[in-house]
């Protein structure tokens, strides 16, 4: 069983390996770089400007350090076929199990370690605290993190009954406890609660795992999610095949989704904007882009800065937007509807007017309250009208028939 | 003579899985088309409903192919495909509006007939649900209630006996009984013999991307008469003899 975990992790840490280089290719460690730099320039200064003795500061400790405690999740590496494959080597699951927290342990005690370190010029300004003061913090830190990881270990099981104790109200509290101790009383204290409660844990684990049942369901549910939230980060750099999305209700849309008349033209367009809307994947798209655009338009001024800027935006949204043309190519009732092929594609044409239009607009908007001028504000009118005419109207029917006829 | 299938020759990639296949569905009749799994049952109502396209031959749908006028042959089908497929994003309630749009049907009719469909199937409550709600029975009958809203002169529907329930099943075969008393032909797929006996009129046996025989059960027990009196025994003899 260890075994097993060891090819599994094999694996997840080839595939992670290849969506960081990804992600950190040289210009994104460039802008990272500075970004740290800055930081740290940032971070020193405050600490000049602080004289000691501020109350104030062992409650952004404690904020920090708590919050902190929380990060690095057991990674179980369990799959949804395991429920049925591994059913019969449940108590075997232990080991693996046991692997599993082992390795969790390695990013989430580093993220303890380099925590305290960045944090220690502050308590030693705030709190005159020396080294030992710090290291002791630290072994608490970590101790209290074995202890939270442990928590999650014995809720796979379901020795707990219903309740678990990987709540995050009794992680925070314990967190909370732990840490308070060690910051207004003495960090041997929170030393000392951090182990305790580790052991305490760590015993009724071991007498109560043997005659328990892994909560299977709920434990691949917690890893798909745990893996859709590194997909998700990694979705911002690149394109990663396993997200697909979830679907929200809107029902606030419904108003909007009704000016679409039922008609046999109309089709497309009833199920386009359903879809597109619905999902998060494209609507997440537009309105993330949208409001990064509208955030660095209102800092932006000048005559053509704002218009390049503004017209960059549409033009990644639109172009971005096209592969929701095929998104449908899969279900058989697309090819199977009596509707024209040359309607569908006047349908996605419309919907992408209208989506460009009113982003257009919306970036428009804050070109003229940032900028107050009327040059910028008519240039960037004129030439958004022109980019969303040509990228809707023109462009995109001449690309998609182009793919269209490529598919086929 | 409302399908007519002649000399096909097709499959999804250049080496065919067709191979020269012959048959018709008339109107007001339920053919049964009877196969292995990888006989060539879906690839040919794939060809049917226009996803593939013949290598050679034509299919002709009351007088219109495909190629002649797309819209006009495909107004005339109803598809039940084998696993449901809906879209995620839309609601019961949508998906029966686009089916209506889709057919440019009359809305009101459409919603008459679609709210006694509901009703059969026992779905008139989840009209707001989304599709991952459903589950895998429910997805099938949402399929069976969008096909059967449109007045279609052909049903395609590719193996509907499994995993529906019993109840669900029956209501089906009464669906299917009326819209052929209306004229409406149907071409069923299935691997459950016996109730395909009792219900089709006349049966197309694939084997390995060929018709190996067609005709109604009394000419394909006097065609095989060692073989035995049921569908099962007919068709189990006939693969046998391709085993040998």
């Not at chain 1, 684990?205 to 893996?227: A, G, L, S, V």
């Not at chain 1, 998700?232 to 095949?241: D, K, L, Q, Y």
């Not at chain 2, 049903?155 to 052929?180: S, T, Y």
Request: glycine letters at 6%.
């Amino acid at each position: 069983m260890t075994g097993l975990f060891k090819t599994r992790l094999q694996r997840h840490l080839r595939e992670m390996a290849k969506y960081l280089r990804l992600v950190f290719n040289d210009f994104f460690v460039f802008a990272l770089l500075f970004f740290l730099g800055g930081l740290g320039l940032g971070y020193s200064n405050v600490l000049k400007q602080l004289h000691g003795h501020e109350w104030w500061a062992p409650l952004v400790a404690l904020l920090v350090l708590t919050i902190v405690a929380q990060i690095g999740r057991l990674a179980t590496l369990i799959e949804d076929a395991d429920r049925v494959f591994l059913l019969p080597k449940e108590r075997a699951m232990h080991a693996y199990l046991v692997a599993a927290r082992r390795y969790s342990q390695v990013i989430a005690q580093a993220t303890q370690v380099i925590a305290i370190f960045l944090l220690s010029p502050f308590l030693a300004v705030t709190l005159g605290w020396s080294v030992t003061p710090v290291l002791l913090l630290l072994v608490a830190q970590v101790a209290l993190k074995d202890a939270l990881l442990r928590m999650d270990l014995a809720s796979a099981y379901q020795v707990t009954g219903q309740a678990r104790m990987n709540r995050w109200p009794i992680k925070w509290a314990l967190s909370l406890l732990v840490l308070a101790c060690g910051l207004w009383i003495t960090p041997l204290v929170a030393v000392i609660l951090a182990i305790v409660a580790d052991i305490a844990v760590a015993v009724w684990f071991q007498q109560h795992w043997q005659t328990q049942q892994i909560r299977w369901r709920e434990q691949i549910k917690i890893e798909d999610n745990r893996m859709l939230g590194i997909y998700r980060f990694f979705n911002m750099f690149t394109e990663v095949p396993m997200l697909s999305g979830t679907i929200k209700r809107r029902r606030y849309l419904d108003g909007i989704f009704h000016l679409i008349k039922p008609t046999h033209e109309q089709t497309y367009l009833y199920l386009f904007s359903r879809g597109m809307a619905r999902g998060t994947e494209f609507s997440g798209l537009i309105v993330r882009l949208t409001v990064i655009g509208m955030l660095l338009l209102y800092f932006i001024r000048g005559e053509w800065l704002p218009v390049i800027l503004a017209a960059l935006f549409i033009y990644l949204i639109g172009f971005q937007l096209l592969p929701f043309f095929h998104q449908y190519d899969d279900i058989v009732f697309t090819h199977v509807y009596p509707v024209a092929a040359a309607q569908r594609l006047k349908s996605f044409v419309t919907l992408m007017t209208l989506i460009l239009s009113v982003t257009a607009v919306l970036l428009w908007i804050v070109v003229v309250l940032a900028n107050q001028q009327l040059l910028p504000a008519v240039v960037t009118l004129i030439v958004e009208a022109l980019e969303v005419w040509y990228l809707a109207r023109i462009y995109t029917p001449q690309r998609l028939k182009r793919s269209a006829e490529n598919r086929a | 003579m409302a399908l007519e299938v002649s000399h096909v020759v097709g499959g999804y990639s250049q080496i065919p899985v067709l191979k020269d296949i012959s048959f018709d569905v008339k109107d007001g009749e339920l053919v049964g088309l009877i196969g292995l799994n990888g006989a060539g049952k879906s690839t040919t109502i794939n060809h049917v409903i226009g996803l593939l396209t013949p290598h050679q031959g034509t299919i002709t749908l009351n007088g219109v192919t495909i190629d002649q006028d797309s819209q006009a042959y495909k107004q005339q089908i109803a598809y039940i495909p084998e696993t449901p497929v809906l879209y995620q994003e839309l609601t019961l309630r949508e998906h029966l509006e686009v089916t209506m749009m889709a057919y440019d049907l009359d809305h009101e009719k459409a919603w008459a007939t679609a709210h006694k469909l509901l009703k059969t199937f026992r779905l008139d409550n989840k009209l707001d649900w989304f599709p991952a709600n459903f589950s895998k029975g429910m997805k099938q009958k949402v399929m069976i209630v969008c096909a059967f809203l449109t007045p279609a002169k052909l049903f395609i529907i590719d193996e509907p006996f499994l995993g529906l329930d019993p109840l669900a099943v029956n209501d089906l075969l009464n669906l299917i009984e009326e819209r052929k008393r209306q004229g409406a032909s149907i071409l069923m797929s299935t691997h459950v013999l016996d109730t395909a006996q009792r219900y089709c009129d006349r049966f197309v046996l694939l084997h390995d991307g060929q018709v190996k025989t067609e005709g109604t059960l009394s000419e394909l027990q006097a065609a095989l008469p060692e073989a035995g009196e049921s569908l099962n025994d007919i068709y189990l003899s006939m693969t046998k003899v391709d085993r040998s």
